[in-house]
């Protein structure tokens, strides 16, 4: 039989950890108080980060520290810092999602194990190959992963998967949301989102205001056979903002299906829902296999807590066990009691760790009655309820004609179970050793050539005029609309395994039709690129938010970057003074949300997503354009444009000499109207009218 996964719980407290472990957890994964994308569960400290390590090891579970938020350069130092506290309280690896603060990680701390955060986006095989040359170990797979393509990474990839099984679903691919950034200052790439898309949206067409953008939750429990069949490494629980009840009630339910190798009764998965869902759960991105099917589309993904919901998950009974671990450990025991020796009792768990203990000395039986059996010493020594052991296996030796007090049995196994606990305990301690850490240099991008450099993107040929050939250095069209008429070709945001050969088969196609330039935005895509023969151009879909970043992927051969949309101008300032390497999106409309989901054809139809696009609007009446990319994959764009055309003095101060241009909504007429503003430096107003803009600060 495949060996079984590893059943990964969340913990945002101590009593949720205490949780995780009691329910079975195998591994648990946890945030400090910086750099975690759940800043808002409690979280630990250093001291409790030893403890919670402590804790689990002394258990036999691994510790897995989260470090998956978008370090500024400012704060290098200090993320280094949280890096090396995690290693320093013994654990055993980190999960990390900024791939320059993972460099940094292991330029100087080589020893600590690296996973890749599911905000790194990775959601194929060769972003396995890639991130296993930066030193990761583990890939945390894309949710959107089918079943197949979760194969396909197993048999291609060098480094394990880790796969979500159960919990929250975002209807965004992790780390490409941009909208609790952009419309409420909340970046969710910082571990601070506000969640908009659990909010009520009118989709017009005389329909009612729904909730387009919330999805069910997660849950693969009635697969458990197929993920051991397809030999992932982990299966992991999402919920760091949830009840300790929760974790432990859905680990109990994971741990016994995953040790019986069966999927979910019917009664099991109701029982899940109460625990906690969003009118019940969704499997589709996992059982999907055809593009071509309406089944891809991903309808009836939408849910909501219903007040329902809400009171069954308030029927479940409260953790009141706060710390305290029920779950026994196994141990062997091993008893030996000899005429004129004192008796002696030995512990041995799992791990390896022994104790023996030394007791009374037996003496003769006055009767034979009163003589003790091996029979009756074990049922003595095994009765280890209230310690944190049971008793796998004993063996007695008892030589005849010995009695023993009842007393000194007891006492005799009550010793033995401390000197085990304490043993372990120090055993802990010595396995948390100081960890090597080596002088931080920080690496910065080689600076370009310092001049103004215009790029820009549009997301269809009709849009491109004259004026824009003569505006920009290079226009991009998508690989999907490419037809030779400009230089530069973008790469769809996302390329399951199951779509590599026929993006592959267009790109050679674009390069035959007169493509020279690559935009792309992750490094799953970068095998494809380097094929292609086509200088490299990276997309702000990166995340790009320090200088090590930068360098990291100036290293895997990019000639220029875009930086992430969330940062200030100091902040670009920062990572590139006046070159060229480094740009930013300085007009257009921000895409803050890359669905799986297809939305357009959820509010609307198949038709208008094949031929049109759609729109929703919030609470406040802000309006956010929803476009079709690929086979039924959406991108939200943000409902105001970025705008800095009256600033362009301020832009060259802050370093800002690559200024990119995204077209998405405009027609051509409108496309030379900003031009023409750029070129005059117009004030918004001249161009908008009392339309907000948004504004890079």
């Not at 493509?515 to 380097?530: V, Y």
């Not at 200088?535 to 090590?548: A, I, M, P, W, Y």
Request: with cysteine.
């Amino acid at each position: 039989m495949k060996k079984l996964p590893e059943l990964l719980s969340p913990a945002g407290s101590m009593e949720a950890l205490a949780a995780a472990i009691d329910g079975g957890a195998d591994a648990v994964y946890f945030g400090g108080t910086a750099f975690n994308a759940r800043m808002f569960a409690n979280n630990f400290d250093a001291a409790a980060m030893r403890e919670a390590v402590s804790l689990c090891h002394t258990y036999g579970v691994k510790a897995y520290v989260t470090l998956n938020t978008l370090p500024l350069d400012r704060e290098m130092k200090t993320f280094l810092d949280a890096a090396y506290g995690a290693g320093e309280a013994g654990a055993d690896a980190l999960i990390v999602a900024d791939l320059g603060g993972a460099a940094a990680i292991h330029r100087t701390m080589p020893s600590l194990e690296l996973h890749a955060s599911t905000q790194a986006s990775g959601h194929n095989a060769d972003a396995g190959q890639i991130l296993a040359s930066l030193g990761f170990s583990r890939m945390v797979c894309a949710r959107e992963m089918s079943l197949s393509d979760v194969r396909a990474y197993v048999a291609q990839s060098p480094i394990e998967a880790e796969v979500f099984v159960h919990g929250a679903l975002c209807v965004c691919h992790s780390g490409q949301c941009l909208f609790s950034s952009m419309i409420g200052g909340r970046s969710g790439n910082r571990g601070a989102c506000a969640q908009p898309c659990r909010l009520p949206y009118d989709v017009g067409r005389g329909k009612k205001a729904g909730y387009p953008l919330s999805l069910k939750d997660l849950s693969l429990a009635e697969h458990v056979p197929t993920l051991i069949d397809a030999g992932v490494a982990a299966l992991k629980i999402e919920g760091r903002m949830k009840a300790p009840e929760y974790v432990n009630a859905v680990t109990r339910v994971w741990r016994r299906l995953l040790d019986e190798r069966r999927a979910a009764t019917a009664e099991e998965m109701a029982y899940l829902a109460e625990i906690f869902s969003r009118g019940g759960f969704t499997d589709r991105y996992f059982t999907r296999t055809d593009r071509r099917s309406p089944d891809w589309t991903g309808r009836g993904m939408l849910g909501v807590r219903s007040e329902d919901d809400k009171q069954n998950t308030r029927a479940l009974p409260k953790w009141t066990a706060g710390t305290a671990v029920s779950r026994k450990l196994g141990v062997t025991m091993e008893a030996v009691l000899r005429a004129d020796a004192p008796a002696a009792l030995t512990l041995r768990d799992g791990s390896g760790t022994c104790v023996t203990v030394e007791g009374d000395i037996p003496q003769a039986a006055r009767k034979e009655s009163a003589a003790m059996s091996e029979e009756s010493v074990a049922r003595s020594l095994t009765k280890l309820g209230n310690t944190p052991f049971e008793a796998r296996e004993i063996s007695v030796t008892v030589d005849p004609g010995l009695m023993l007090p009842a007393s000194s049995l007891n006492a005799l196994r009550r010793a033995a179970a401390e000197a085990l606990w304490v043993a372990k305990t120090e055993e802990q301690n010595k396995n948390v050793r100081a960890l090597e850490r080596l002088p931080y240099r920080p690496k910065t991008p080689q600076r370009g050539e310092a001049r103004t450099w215009r790029t820009a993107r549009f997301v269809h040929p009709s849009q491109i005029t004259e004026a824009a050939r003569a505006f920009f250095d290079v226009i991009y069209l998508p690989l999907s609309v490419y037809d030779g008429s400009v230089s530069g070709v973008i790469l769809p945001p996302v390329v399951f395994d199951s779509e590599r050969e026929e993006v592959r088969l267009r790109l050679k196609q674009a390069v035959a039709k007169g493509a020279r330039h690559l935009l792309l935005g992750n490094i799953g895509h970068l095998p494809l690129a380097r094929e292609s023969g086509l200088t490299l151009h990276g997309d702000f879909r990166f995340n790009v938010t320090n200088s090590e970043t930068a360098a990291q992927l100036q290293e895997l051969g990019f000639a220029d970057i875009l930086l992430s949309p969330e940062l200030t101008l100091p902040q670009i300032r920062d990572i590139e003074d006046g070159g060229v390497f480094a740009g930013a999106v300085t007009y257009g409309r921000i895409p803050l949300m890359l669905l799986e989901k297809c939305v357009i054809c959820e509010i609307s139809s198949c038709e208008t997503c094949q031929h049109g696009n759609a729109q929703l609007t919030d609470r406040k009446g802000m309006k956010f354009p929803v476009l079709r990319e690929g086979a039924h994959r959406n991108i939200v764009y943000n409902s105001v444009p970025t705008y800095m055309a009256d600033r362009e003095e301020e832009l060259s101060r802050f370093g800002v000499r690559h200024r990119h241009f995204l077209f998405s909504v405009e027609r051509a007429d409108a496309v030379d109207r900003i031009l023409r503003a750029h070129r005059e430096e117009q004030l918004p107003a001249a161009v908008f009218g009392n339309d907000a803009v948004r504004r890079i600060k």
